[in-house]
């Protein structure tokens, strides 16, 4: 699919053609999909492949940074790979927004200028608008009292999905001129209603009384990371602080991942893990990398009784093509149903092409305030650069 330009923005912006959606284990440095430039004035630039998949909806891949001095590739690949949700009273079986409901197609929302203002509409396949890029200013990137101070930019893409009759979706990635990338996903839409004759916890009753009932949401995001050069040789490192028994002062310890795992989240305790690359190093002599800065600890709950991709929220797992799901993957051509199965194998992911899930959970308990729609809740994370350069080129 070819996304058209309609109109110029203060940025640069090249199209080109459109092939197979996933990363392949050795990505062709070319733009297999729509390519998508930005530069910042201070020279910084972000470059990507955007995409459309039927099951997926948004999907980047090829994600580059430019710096003052260099151009690397950040990840081959990054998309949500699940959404399952399910309702407070577990009457109802779970919901899989992305396998089985699908986020892309006839789900995606047509936008229009004032949803996108200042920004570039694209098209899909069917002319619809459903993409947006947009530039923003004004985040304020550091300041040192008086001598020091400096504002930075990001760009911006997102798209918004009708799931189901109620519930709708924005995915949205943000791109900060410092190298931060965020993800996110915006829950909102119609609350969902039924009709009862009491009150509980968690319900909101109308005029008409109908309660709104809480929901939980699991989010599974897919990260190929494809750091440099090569895609075959990046490391993943653990990175905990332990805080002593009397508080006053925590212990630094780092660990790297030798074999496909999983991990949990801890409050306790402060843990990311590093992505880095197995050869390229900064002007410094420090190795390239960039950290995963998990959110929502306290949403973090393991052990899920009957989905077992929920029991961890971190995978790390070696490539393979037909792992494209956090859960209900397709078992075509022996591949497994849910990342718990991946990590089975216990292959060696150290120096290889390392692809990483990260679980996160999102529980909404009704408002009258939102009768009948929801303010829109956002739920994210960064990933941050670590040595990606010598010096702040900002």
């Not at 989010?219 to 895609?231: A, E, K, M, Q």
């Not at 028994?245 to 795992?261: A, F």
């Not at 950290?291 to 961890?312: A, D, T, V």
């Not at 092409?353 to 529980?363: F, T």
């Amino acid at each position: 699919m070819i996304f058209l330009t309609k109109k110029f923005l203060p940025l640069l912006i090249v199209l080109c053609c459109s092939t197979n959606l996933y990363a392949a284990p050795n990505p062709s440095p070319a733009c297999n999909g729509n390519a998508i430039k930005t530069h910042f004035s201070s020279g910084i630039a972000w470059s990507m492949c955007l995409d459309l998949d039927r099951q997926a909806g948004l999907v980047l891949k090829q994600l580059k940074l430019t710096t003052l001095h260099s151009e690397r590739r950040v990840l081959g690949q990054a998309n949500l790979a699940q959404l399952e949700t399910v309702f407070d009273d577990n009457k109802s079986p779970s919901a899989f927004m992305v396998t089985r409901e699908g986020l892309g197609a006839d789900k995606l929302l047509s936008l229009t200028d004032k949803d996108c203002p200042n920004g570039q509409l694209y098209p899909d396949s069917n002319g619809r608008n459903v993409i947006c890029t947009r530039s923003q200013a004004g985040e304020l990137l550091y300041k040192y009292a008086y001598q020091a101070y400096r504002q930075a930019s990001f760009f911006e893409v997102f798209s918004i999905s009708q799931a189901t009759s109620l519930q709708t979706y924005t995915q949205r990635w943000r791109f900060y001129e410092n190298g931060i990338i965020e993800p996110a996903l915006g829950f909102s839409g119609k609350l969902p209603r039924f009709s009862e004759a009491h009150l509980g916890f968690g319900r909101v009753i109308n005029e008409s009384n109908q309660s709104a009932i809480g929901f939980s949401s699991y989010l599974g995001w897919r990260l190929d990371f494809d750091l440099g050069r090569s895609p075959n040789n990046d490391i993943a490192e653990e990175i905990t602080s332990t805080p002593s028994q009397s508080r006053r002062h925590k212990s630094l310890k780092t660990e790297i991942l030798q074999q496909e795992t999983s991990r949990n989240l801890n409050p306790e305790l402060k843990t990311s893990w590093r992505i880095k690359d197995g050869d390229e190093t900064n002007d410094s002599g420090q190795t390239i990398s960039y950290e995963i800065i998990p959110s929502n600890y306290y949403q973090s709950l393991g052990g899920f009784r009957g989905r077992p991709w929920l029991k961890s929220d971190m995978y790390f797992t070696r490539y393979k093509a037909c792992e494209q799901y956090a859960s209900d993957n397709k078992t075509t051509n022996n591949c497994a149903r849910n990342v718990l199965q991946y990590i089975e194998n216990k292959e060696n992911i150290d120096k290889s092409d390392l692809v990483v899930w990260y679980k996160q959970g999102y529980h909404y308990l009704p408002r009258s305030d939102d009768s009948d729609y929801m303010s829109t809740d956002w739920v994210s994370f960064q990933l941050v650069p670590r040595d990606w350069t010598a010096h702040n080129p900002l």
